[in-house]
């Protein structure tokens, strides 16, 4: 094959009630759905851990009443993580909603690879 093409690494859809999907927007907010959600046990807060050599998210269970978790906030669809200020120290700069390939779930942590992502968002307009 001729070098000038791409390898869409993104797959096709999957049912909803089996996917495992994860995003994050350009306002800094990790949406989880279901299953992922209940994957990781239903937490009602989550600590955010970065690994910046791996360039990887690190999503565990924590205590709502600890001070450094993130609250999990429900939605009609999913559920959010307010990430704005984890997104800020790390300098994690996000451009277009983008929709994390290969989600890994190992005990009861989920990691998130910054660099297997493909954009699901649309392009920004034009202010007039």
């Not at 996917?19 to 759905?33: C, D, E, F, G, Q």
């Not at 997104?87 to 994690?92: E, L, T, V």
Request: glycine letters at 6%.
């Amino acid at each position: 094959m001729d070098r000038d093409f791409e390898k869409f690494r993104g797959g096709p859809n999957e049912a909803a009630s089996k996917r495992l999907h994860v995003t994050i927007s350009p306002a800094k907010l990790i949406l989880l759905n279901r299953n992922i959600y209940y994957q990781l046990g239903k937490p009602a807060a989550v600590y955010l851990n970065f690994s910046r050599t791996r360039d990887i998210i690190a999503i565990e269970p924590a205590s709502p009443r600890l001070p450094e978790s993130f609250p999990v906030i429900a939605n009609p669809c999913n559920w959010r993580i307010n990430a704005a200020p984890f997104c800020r120290h790390f300098g994690i700069d996000i451009d277009t909603t983008l929709k994390f390939v290969r989600l890994e779930i190992v005990g009861n942590a989920l990691y998130l690879k910054l660099a297997e992502t493909v954009s699901v968002g649309g392009r920004k307009r034009k202010k007039k």
